[in-house]
């Protein structure tokens, strides 16, 4: 807050960072505001800072990129940058639809259940999964999304290089490597508190377009999150649960407070206009390869040009390409005038 207070300011970064002293002893009026200021500003070279954050592999987005989040951008306290790990292309958050999936890290059967139909639902429609990698229904959303060998991003609360929990290594690893990309607030080797977690969850919310919340207690920090999200102008849904169950006490507050029932998958893809699948396996060709099938997935839910697919896919689109072929020389897809497919049978 205090750096957009700068920004009203002085117009821009650089120009307040390099205001005269006596016009920053006037902004931050208490002294020793103002002291640590002008201290860090003497030693602070920017420029070999960014060479030793992107010598660990890390990437920064400021709020000047022309790919910083739109829709983040507009939240009441949007994050000065964004530090990421991962393909930076692969993700394009002013094209692509992001949902949140957030819910209790103690969750249930029954949670795990909705969870994983839930990611893996909304991967195959081509959304981006988002959640915070944290033990519980995060994970299970962000790993329903692989298993889609789908998009995901994962909203760390500490720094970018900082893997909590150290149990989730692997996820966090191959997130980078094959599906998605790890963002944080927070640059490489940031120290960690409690709070930092409760403000990772307003980035979740500014980069989606809807909210799920599948589980939580009466106390649950994702009651904040939905509750956040709406204020913010983000769509709320909520899973409905057994009513014997603690975990369901969270979703069922949401529900009374005017979130949206979420009771099947389709009907946030519905809210979006999207189709849901209107092929079932059992109409699917029996004949199929693996990445036949794959094709066969992506365009049952929606068209798509090569380039799209390809992407989705991961994969090179002169690889793809003799796929297209042989599914459209067998009237399985068709392409349309302005270039893209869709399934036929």
Same mark, same amino acid.
């Given at each position: 807050?205090?750096?957009?207070?700068?920004?009203?300011q002085?117009?821009?970064?650089?120009? !307040?960072?390099f205001?005269?002293?006596?016009k920053?002893?006037? #902004?931050?009026?208490?002294?020793k505001?103002c002291?640590?200021?002008l201290s860090?500003?003497?030693?602070? =070279?920017?420029?070999?800072?960014? *060479?030793?954050i992107? *010598? *660990?592999?890390?990437?920064?987005?400021t709020?000047?990129d022309?790919?910083?989040?739109?829709?983040?951008?507009?939240?009441?306290?949007?994050?000065?940058?964004? #530090?990421?790990?991962? =393909?930076?292309?692969?993700i =394009?958050?002013?094209?692509?639809?992001?949902?949140?999936?957030?819910?209790?890290?103690?969750?249930? +059967?029954?949670?795990?259940y909705?969870?994983e139909?839930?990611?893996?639902?909304y991967?195959? !429609?081509?959304?981006?999964?988002?959640s915070?990698?944290?033990?519980?229904i995060?994970?299970?959303?962000?790993?329903?999304?692989?298993? *889609?060998q789908?998009?995901t991003? !994962? /909203?760390?609360?500490?720094?970018?290089?900082?893997?909590y929990?150290?149990?989730?290594?692997?996820?966090?690893?191959?997130?980078?490597?094959?599906?998605?990309?790890?963002?944080?607030?927070?640059?490489?080797?940031?120290?960690?508190?409690?709070g930092?977690?409760?403000?990772?969850n307003?980035i979740?919310?500014?980069?989606? @377009?809807?909210?799920?919340?599948?589980?939580g207690? @009466?106390?649950?920090?994702?009651?904040?999150?939905?509750?956040?999200?709406? %204020?913010?102008?983000?769509?709320?849904?909520?899973?409905?649960?057994?009513?014997?169950?603690?975990?369901?006490?969270?979703p069922?507050?949401?529900?009374? %407070?005017?979130?949206? /029932?979420?009771?099947d998958?389709?009907? &946030?893809?519905h809210d #979006?206009?999207?189709?849901?699948?209107?092929?079932s &396996?059992? @109409?699917?060709p029996?004949? &199929?390869?693996?990445?036949?099938?794959?094709?066969?997935?992506?365009? +049952?839910?929606r068209?798509?040009?090569?380039?799209? $697919?390809?992407?989705?896919m991961?994969?090179?689109?002169?690889?793809?390409?003799?796929?297209?072929?042989?599914?459209?020389?067998?009237?399985?897809?068709?392409?349309?005038?302005?270039?893209? #497919?869709? /399934?036929? $049978?």
């Amino acid at each position: 807050m205090t750096f957009l207070k700068l920004l009203a300011q002085f117009g821009s970064p650089h120009r !307040a960072f390099f205001a005269p002293s006596e016009k920053l002893q006037s #902004f931050f009026r208490v002294r020793k505001h103002c002291e640590a200021f002008l201290s860090v500003r003497s030693s602070y =070279d920017a420029e070999i800072q960014r *060479k030793a954050i992107e *010598k *660990k592999g890390v990437w920064i987005m400021t709020q000047w990129d022309a790919d910083y989040p739109k829709l983040l951008k507009n939240i009441t306290d949007p994050p000065i940058c964004l #530090f990421g790990r991962g =393909d930076r292309q692969s993700i =394009d958050f002013n094209a692509d639809i992001c949902v949140g999936i957030v819910g209790a890290r103690k969750n249930t +059967s029954y949670g795990t259940y909705v969870a994983e139909e839930l990611g893996k639902a909304y991967a195959a !429609a081509g959304l981006v999964i988002v959640s915070g990698m944290a033990t519980g229904i995060d994970i299970i959303a962000h790993k329903a999304a692989i298993e *889609k060998q789908a998009r995901t991003i !994962a /909203v760390l609360g500490t720094g970018i290089d900082i893997i909590y929990p150290y149990e989730n290594k692997a996820l966090y690893e191959q997130i980078i490597r094959e599906y998605g990309i790890i963002i944080s607030e927070y640059p490489p080797g940031f120290g960690t508190n409690p709070g930092m977690f409760v403000l990772r969850n307003r980035i979740i919310v500014g980069i989606s @377009k809807a909210i799920v919340v599948v589980e939580g207690g @009466k106390h649950s920090g994702t009651l904040t999150t939905a509750r956040y999200a709406a %204020e913010n102008g983000r769509d709320v849904y909520a899973v409905p649960g057994p009513i014997t169950s603690e975990m369901s006490v969270g979703p069922h507050i949401l529900l009374r %407070e005017g979130a949206k /029932v979420l009771s099947d998958p389709q009907e &946030l893809l519905h809210d #979006f206009g999207l189709n849901p699948p209107s092929h079932s &396996l059992e @109409k699917m060709p029996a004949d &199929l390869t693996e990445q036949e099938k794959e094709v066969y997935d992506l365009l +049952s839910v929606r068209k798509y040009t090569v380039d799209e $697919v390809a992407k989705k896919m991961s994969v090179r689109i002169s690889d793809l390409l003799p796929i297209l072929s042989l599914l459209e020389v067998r009237g399985i897809i068709g392409k349309e005038l302005d270039g893209q #497919f869709t /399934v036929r $049978v």
